[in-house]
């Protein structure tokens, strides 16, 4: 059973640059959240997709955009880069119907690098 | 809000020998849940740990336990007999079930090495 896949592993963009991060869930969950981790710091929550949509956001700008598919995979979109956008991007999958239980796990992440 | 702190940048320990990461988390929501997780310099975020907020019970995992003190609101982790392979970062993290999603509130994280 795989877990929760993500690609591409790493990635080098300029600045004003857009970039596309994918993510297929571990088998089973229907919900995708994204997370942007800078060096150092711990996870910041971007935003989490159910049933296609966006159903919550983080503190973050419009630059940042997300798609979910009838498969349950999801991209992350990020437009117009800029330097602090430099992180490792990290796409966590659960199941609606386990909100009250531990069964949230994360992919291996995408680092990006913006020059 | 919820916030998340570990105090502990850093934290050395012998091989075999246990160690406690210090988590505080505040909230203001009667539930919630609180996970450990450790992140190797790969990248990967690897699930250790879960306790539920109603758990009546700390949890355990093999050789990694909570201490889950709520009238403290202290989650600490605890390994027991520690190995090389534990050297990594340890993120404790929150999730408010109020807003009926499961996003995670993370701390800063603490760097565990683990030496011979």
């Known amino acids: 059973d795989a877990g929760v896949t993500q690609s591409p592993t790493h990635l080098i963009k300029t600045r004003g640059q857009q970039v596309t991060l994918r993510c297929s869930p571990k088998s089973g969950h229907d919900t995708v959240s994204w997370y942007q981790q800078a060096l150092g710091q711990g996870p910041q929550f971007i935003f989490q997709y159910y049933e296609e949509e966006e159903r919550q956001r983080g503190n973050f700008p419009d630059r940042f955009s997300g798609h979910q598919f009838p498969n349950y995979s999801s991209e992350l979109n990020v437009n117009a880069l800029l330097l602090g956008d430099s992180a490792l991007y990290l796409c966590?999958?659960?199941?609606?119907?386990?909100?009250?239980?531990?069964?949230?796990?994360f992919g291996e992440g995408s680092r990006l690098t913006v020059l | 809000a919820q916030k998340i702190t570990q105090t502990q940048p850093g934290m050395f320990v012998q091989e075999k020998e246990a160690v406690t990461l210090d988590c505080t988390y505040d909230t203001s929501d009667p539930s919630y849940g609180l996970f450990w997780y450790k992140q190797p310099s790969s990248g990967e975020m690897i699930f250790l740990i879960y306790q539920g907020s109603y758990d009546q019970q700390n949890a355990t995992e093999g050789r990694y336990s909570l201490n889950f003190q709520k009238a403290r609101k202290s989650a600490n982790l605890v390994i027991s007999a520690s190995q090389l392979g534990d050297s990594a970062m340890y993120f404790c993290?929150?999730?408010?079930?109020?807003?009926?999603?499961?996003?995670?509130?993370f701390g800063k994280g603490t760097m565990l090495l683990v030496s011979p």
């Open positions: 993290a929150m999730r408010d079930f109020n807003s009926g999603y499961s996003t995670l509130t």
């Open positions: 966590a999958s659960s199941w609606v119907g386990g909100e009250n239980t531990g069964e949230l796990f």
